[in-house]
C-alpha cells in the first residue's frame, strides 16, 4: 500500500499518472484541471505531445445541439477557433462521462499556436468549459539515451543510438549484431544491470514477436521493440540491451532514466507495419491432446490421456545421444529433481535405435550402478523396481527429435514410480543432457530454473511451432585434431562459434557465440601424453568489468566448464587441473556478414571473414601442466566463467596410430596405400 502512496506522489510530482493502472497520458498541463461552466464539463488535460492532448475525466452531458472541443489563439475563448477531432472524429460532441478522450490536433498546428482550449458551442457561441493555456507547456518528446555497446563489441553490437519513443517503446538506431549469439533477444527489466530476471520485449519488425532472434547478422538497421502490455511501460524498467538468456551474457545495453526524468509521449497503441517472418516452422507428426512448451523453441512435451495410461511425446531440437527427461517431481511443493519418477527418453547415436526408459532420481549425481543410488533406471535403483515405459514411435526432422512412450497412470511399483494424478496441477521435473557410452543418462546440460506445474488432465491446449531454416541439418566442420609427438605449446585466443557447422555441429551443444580457437582453429579435440609438460598461451581476456570478453583457461574433468557459475553443490567432484588464467584478450572477430553457414570448411570461413584482433599491449598468460598416470583419458579445456566454450582434451600413455591427429592419420593411411600399390605392381 505504502509503495503504491509513493508512487502516486511521484507522479503527481512529475506533472504526469497512471490512471488505475489503465494509461498513461503524458504531462499534465500546470492547473490543468478545466474550469466548468455548464452541461457538467469537467477533466484534466494533458500534453501526449505538441500535436496531441488527451482529458481524463472528461464529462459532458452531450444535450448542446453544436458543441466541439475548439481551440483557439485569441486570449479568451472566443468564435474564433478550430474544431479539435476527439477520438478521431470532427463532428459533434455526444455525452461523456468521466472518460479519456483523445484531442488530436489540425494539420499543420501545434500547440505553440493555440492559448486556450474550449468546450464551445458554435450555434449559441457559448463556452460550456475550458481551459486557459501557461505561456509555456513541457510537451511530451522521444528521448535519447545515446550510443548502445561495449567499447570492445561483443558479438558486434552496437547501436548509434537509442530513443525512448513514447512510454512503451524504444528505438534502437543503426544497430549492428553479427547474429552469432544462440539465444539473443531484446530484453529488458529492473535495476541497472541485465539478469536472467529480465524479459523478452517485442520486435516490431518481426510482427511483434519476442522471441529470439533470427541467426542473421545485420548493419545499421533500425529497430523498434515494445514493452509487452502485462509488462509494464519504461518508467518500470531499468535497461535495455541484447541478452542471451541461454549463457546469461550482456551483449550491450543503456540504462534507462528514472520517471522524473522522462517526459515523453503515450504509446498510440500502433505498430510497426508487420513483415513475414525470416524463418520457417516444423511442428512434430504426433497427435495429442495437450502440449507444454519447457524451453521456448527447443523443448516440448505434448501428452493425452487414457482411463488407465499417460501417452506421451517428448520432442527437442537436439542431436542423437541426447536425452529428453521428463516426469514428476520428487517434492509435492515444488519442482525437486531428487526423488523425481522420470522417464529418460533418447534417439541412439547411429540414429536408429530408440529408447524410453523408466528411471528414479535418488541423489544428485550419475548413477553408481555398485549401490543403485544416482540418477539410475528404475531397475537399477536400490530397492529397485520395474520398468513400466512401453517405447513408442521416433522421429529426427529438421534437428528436432520426438520420441513417444507410454506408461500407466498408477503403477505396482511402489518403489520407484509415483501415481499421475489427472484432476490437479502436479509439480514435474524435466531435463536434458548426454546419455553415457554405457547408455546411463550422464549428468544433465539443462533443467528448469523455476517451479514447473502442469495438469494432465486438462482442456485441450497447444504448442507454437518450432522455428526452423532451410540450414539446420548443415555438415558440421572436420577440424585436424590437435597434438603430437614433440609438440608442447599450444596459442589459445577467443573466436567466433560458428554455429551448426561449428561448435554447435562438433559438440553438439548450442554454445553461445564464442568458443575457444587453438592454433587458430575453433575447439579441436588436443591430444597429450602422460608425463610430458605442455604450456598453454592464453589470450583470454582481462577485464572483468566486461563478463562477455572475460574468459579464463582451465583444465578440469567437468564436460561444461563454468565453474564459477556452478553452484558449492554442483562444484562438488569437479577437479581442476590447471588454471585458470587470463591474459589480454585475442579474438578472431568477423570483419562483415559473412555467414559460416556458407563456407564447407573451417578453414575458408577463417580466412575469409575472420581476423585476429587483439588488445594492446598483447599480454597473454601461460599455464603449464603434467598430465600423469592419475589423470583421466578425457578431460576437457574450458572458460572459467562461461560454460561450453571449449572441448575435448584426451590423455595417452603414447602416441599410438589410435590417438595420432586425423591429419597425422590421414598421411599415414595415404603412405600405406601408396607402398600397397608398389608392393602389388
Known sequence: MMAEFYKLLLAIYCGSIIVSGEGYYGKQITNGKIRTLAHRVTGTVYAASNKRLYIV????????????????????????????????SSGVLGSFSNDVVRLDLPDGKTLSNYKWLSIWCRRFTANFGDLIFPAQIDTPAPVSLGTLGFSRRVHNVRAENVIVLNHRQIQLVDLDYDGNGPDAFYWTGSGGTPNRNGFALA???????????PRQSFNDKTVTVTVPANKG?????????????????????????????????????????PIAPTKDTYTPPVTRDNCEVLIDDTYQVRWSVTATDIEVSLSARIFPGTYMAFGLSGSETSTLMIGSDVTVAWLAETGIKTNAVDYYLSAYQQCVVSSGSGACTDEGSTPSGTNDVIVGESSNENGIITISYTKPLSTSDTNTDKVIATDKDVFVSWSIGPINPNGLAAKHRQQPSSDVKINFGRATSECPAFTVGDKENLKKWEIPKAGKEG????????????????????????????????????????????????????????DETIQASYHPFYI????????FQKTAEEQQGVVIYAGPVNGSLCEYQSMGAYNPDDFETFEKYRDTSLNRVCDSPEEPATVTWTPDADTPDLVYYHCYTHKWLGWKINIVDDYTDASLPSTTISMVTLIASMLIAIIMM
Open 233 to 273: 511501460d519504461v518508467f518500470s524498467i531499468g535497461y535495455v540491451g541484447l541478452w542471451c538468456v541461454r549463457f546469461t551474457q550482456d551483449f550491450g545495453h543503456v540504462d534507462i532514466p528514472p520517471m522524473s526524468e522522462l517526459n515523453v509521449p503515450p504509446f498510440d497503441g500502433e505498430s510497426a507495419v
Open 203 to 213: 520486435d516490431e519488425s518481426r510482427s511483434g514477436s519476442t522471441a529470439k532472434l
Open 57 to 88: 475525466g472528461f464529462s459532458y452531458d452531450g444535450t448542446a445541439p453544436d458543441a466541439f472541443a475548439w481551440m483557439g489563439s485569441s486570449d479568451r475563448p472566443s468564435s474564433a477557433g478550430d474544431i479539435i477531432a476527439v477520438n478521431g
Open 487 to 542: 609438440k608442447t605449446e599450444f596459442q589459445l585466443d577467443m573466436g567466433q562459434a560458428g554455429g551448426p557447422r561449428g561448435y554447435e555441429g562438433i559438440t553438439g551443444q548450442p554454445g553461445w557465440g564464442i568458443a575457444w580457437y587453438v592454433d587458430g582453429f575453433i575447439i579441436p579435440e588436443i591430444t597429450l601424453k602422460r608425463n610430458v609438460t605442455y604450456t598453454f598461451t592464453v589470450n583470454g581476456g582481462s
Open 556 to 563: 578440469t574433468n567437468d564436460e561444461e566448464g563454468g565453474y
